[in-house]
């Protein structure tokens, strides 16, 4: 049986939750280390950026597929991991004057991070097998 938790009222299963950051993690990682050695104006880097993006909804997708109820919610929780990763790693670069980025910056990535989970929760939990209210 899934392990279940509370997340502001929501009951959440950590083996859904587990697969979407799974696959959030696996492609926008990936992608993030093989963009780091493409010129940033390129088509290339236009492809990865998209790649990432996608990363990102399939993720929720997943979270939120695999989900019996609150897809939303899985699908953004999903996205967390990444999102921490992400303002870890700016947090470090900054810290050592390897980057330019900036608080808005941080708490841009942040929000589109957790909009393209949630968005991906939400078209996980429409064609999923127990089709329930999205977040109840």
Known sequence: MDRIFNFLGYEVESA??????A??????????IIGRFIDEGSLAAQVISAL???GLLGGGYVAGRASSTNHVVHGFLSAIPVTLLAVGITVVRVLGDRSDATVLGLVATAVLAS??????????????????????
């Open 23 to 32: 696959v959030s993690a696996a492609t926008t990682l990936g992608l993030g």
């Open 52 to 54: 990432i993006v996608v």
């Open 115 to 136: 909009s393209l989970g949630t968005l991906g929760g939400l078209l996980g939990g429409r064609y999923s097998a127990a089709r329930r209210s999205l977040l109840k």
């Open 16 to 21: 859904p939750l587990a697969r979407g950051a």
